[in-house]
């Protein structure tokens, strides 16, 4: 069946500092990929998405590539602040309409000033 | 529109109780799904929906039951419920195909003693 698998955290930064949190997957066909981020004591929204191979996802400096080669959807960001602190999923959804979202099982990121 | 909303937000319950966990959405989405957050266990599907009239399993099915009479509403449902229940439970909505994104409700914090 389909799964993902992101590292293990939590990653500590420091403000300014590069980030990689890395997503692999597996799933027949060609799913759709996704990051989700919750801030404390939210529910989840959406950072980014990609829905076929070399597709590049971004949003608010984050950024992620679909590799379809090596299965994969790291999320990056050249310079994290702050305000960046929060767990990321990555989830993929299978290619047949109507299949359900499946979800890494988060990364937590600390960012310190 | 008030996107997706979850109601209560806290529930305390005995072990053996019943409940309702509502969720609804304004968005004419004709998928729906709930999920349960544990600690280092990332989000796991319970149940979801198609569309109206249309339910089936997630990956952690067991205890819960489901029902969608309309588009707007899917509830979730505790027969008896059990400590191993405690969990924050996010519902999510959004079209059914591929490529399209869910989106989340605030969660419901529930604890059984």
């Known amino acids: 069946g389909n799964s993902v698998t992101q590292m293990e955290g939590p990653v500590t930064l420091s403000e300014e500092a590069f980030l990689t949190i890395n997503c692999t997957y597996t799933?027949?066909?060609?799913?759709?990929l996704f990051w989700y981020v919750q801030y404390p004591g939210e529910g989840l929204q959406l950072l980014l998405k990609a829905t076929k191979a070399d597709d590049k996802g971004s949003n608010k400096g984050f950024e992620a590539t679909y590799r379809k080669e090596t299965t994969s959807f790291h999320l990056e960001k050249g310079s994290v602040q702050v305000s960046d602190s929060a767990v990321y999923f990555c989830?993929?959804?299978?290619?047949?309409?109507?299949?359900?979202?499946?979800f890494g099982k988060g990364t937590t990121l600390s960012v310190s000033s | 529109n008030a996107g997706v909303t979850q109601t209560p937000k806290f529930q305390v319950l005995k072990t053996g109780q019943s409940m309702t966990l509502q969720c609804a959405q304004d968005m004419n989405h004709e998928y729906m799904s709930w999920y349960r957050q544990d600690p280092g266990m990332g989000l796991r599907l319970i149940h979801y929906?198609?569309?109206?009239?249309?339910?089936d399993q997630g990956e952690v099915p067991n205890g819960y039951n489901v029902s969608r009479s309309t588009t707007e509403d899917f509830p979730l449902r505790l027969l008896s419920a059990a400590p191993s229940q405690t969990s924050v439970y996010f519902c999510?909505?959004?079209?059914?195909?591929?490529?399209?994104?869910?989106?989340f409700g605030p969660g419901t914090r529930l604890t059984v003693t």
């Open positions: 989830a993929l959804r299978g290619p047949q309409a109507g299949t359900a979202l499946i």
């Open positions: 929906s198609v569309g109206a009239g249309i339910t």
């Open positions: 999510a909505s959004g079209e059914s195909g591929s490529t399209y994104e869910q989106y």
């Open positions: 799933a027949t066909g060609y799913p759709s």
